[in-house]
């Protein structure tokens, strides 16, 4: 379904409500005043700490405190914030200028927060209170086991871990990676996709079974980094070498894999996208003071024709691009996921790039600086870079785009044009 099939009756207004703007200011004032000051003392925690050690530096827990006290926590939940997509979009925005710490001391980071989607979705009441009650409080954090080395994980079709029945218990074998969040101490539980049923029909093979880490058979390898850079959490490697769990840890009902990944994904591919909107800001905002400090050629970087085009076309581009993904929020809110589809492939087909581009061209005006460590620049771009692949590479959400711009019935005017 394209948009030109969504409903628009009314129109679409993206102004923040009251109740928005309340939490906009407050969350701001938070950022402003606690989690921008305590980003040096997080680095130099990380640093001191070395690659291989994932612990959380002390001071993301005396935020989350904060956060809680302050009433900021776990905003992108309706049911728990009371806060549609669209109102949370400028928040998840002001998160991602801080984007190492600020998502989780709210409570508000992937991957706990699409497990959290699910787990209010589909988990029954017994499964609520083992995993969403202290992902909910921020006492443990979780991870997703979904993509695989072996095979093109764009097309879940393709994923050969198995999980079979036997007795009483499923039997797990595969190999995942990418697992963000795994290699935290405090990761308690992760939700594992494989096929349970080779023989059904494509998209009825998979199905999810929550699996906690400290499952006999469950060996977390390695973190791999990305762009040379260990995140926190971790991105793992994990094998599953027959991994029994109990069927009671079977989420939803068999075969129903798909449809989690696809209610899952959706929410949480647009929290992407609006918290790199945030870092592009942060990146046009160092971009916008540098040139004005630095002088070349007898001027102003500022007063340089090329670089008053690249600060003009990053704004031009983040603008678009937060409305692209207002207005997919905007649909999700008001028809669903399912309509809002295609709407949220544009938006995680645009978002990281843009973000990307708007870095580089901040890197590039700071120079050598760009490329550092002195800068947050290089870190940024990293991640950005990871997320053009992540949730569906770009490829996968342009096909989908294409496809239903190519198959979607024609307007009168069109077909007038076309003569069809």
């Excluded at 086991?145 to 994980?153: D, K, L, Q, R």
């Excluded at 939803?252 to 996208?273: K, T, V």
Aim: negative net charge.
């Amino acid at each position: 379904m394209s948009d030109r099939h969504v409903s628009y009756r009314g129109g679409m207004d993206f102004a923040m409500s009251a109740k928005a703007l309340d939490y906009h200011q407050r969350l701001t004032d938070f950022m402003v005043e606690h989690v921008v000051p305590a980003e040096a003392e997080y680095h130099r925690y990380r640093e001191d700490a070395g690659p291989k050690d994932h612990t959380v530096p002390p001071i993301v827990e005396d935020l989350k405190k904060l956060a809680k006290e302050r009433g900021l926590w776990n905003l992108f939940l309706p049911s728990e914030s009371g806060l549609s997509n669209l109102e949370y979009a400028p928040l998840a925005e002001l998160t991602g200028w801080s984007m190492e710490i600020a998502p989780e001391v709210v409570n508000c980071a992937a991957p706990d927060t699409g497990n959290m989607e699910t787990l209010h979705l589909f988990a029954n009441d017994e499964q609520r209170k083992q995993w969403l009650e202290p992902l909910l409080n921020g006492d443990i954090r979780s991870a997703f086991a979904m993509t695989e080395p072996a095979v093109a994980s764009s097309d879940a079709r393709n994923i050969e871990t198995t999980m079979l029945r036997d007795g009483s218990d499923y039997v797990i074998n595969g190999r995942k990676w990418w697992i963000t969040g795994a290699a935290d101490p405090r990761c308690k539980l992760l939700i594992v996709m494989g096929r349970t049923n080779p023989d059904a029909a494509s998209h009825q093979q998979q199905s999810m079974i929550l699996v906690p880490v400290d499952t006999p058979g469950v060996d977390i390898q390695r973190s791999l980094p990305v762009f040379g850079w260990q995140d926190q959490h971790g991105h793992c490697e994990i094998v599953f070498d027959n991994v029994r769990v109990p069927v009671e840890n079977l989420l939803h009902e068999e075969g129903s894999g798909f449809a989690i990944a696809q209610a899952r994904l959706g929410p949480g591919r647009i929290h992407h996208c609006m918290r790199a909107l945030g870092a592009a800001e942060r990146a046009l905002t160092l971009m916008v003071d540098r040139v004005q400090k630095r002088v070349a050629f007898g001027k102003p970087l500022a007063e340089q024709g090329v670089v008053r085009e690249a600060i003009a076309k990053s704004r031009n581009e983040i603008d678009q691009a937060r409305l692209l993904c207002h207005k997919a929020a905007w649909t999700i809110d008001q028809q669903g996921n399912k309509a809002a589809h295609v709407l949220v492939s544009q938006i995680k087909a645009v978002a990281p790039q843009v973000a990307c581009d708007v870095i580089d061209r901040a890197i590039q005006v700071h120079g050598g600086a760009g490329v550092s460590d002195d800068f947050p620049l290089a870190r940024l771009y990293a991640w950005h870079r990871a997320m053009r692949l992540f949730d569906g590479p770009d490829e996968v959400h342009m096909r989908t785009i294409a496809r239903a711009e190519i198959g979607r019935e024609k307007s009168p005017l069109a077909a007038a044009v076309t003569g069809a």
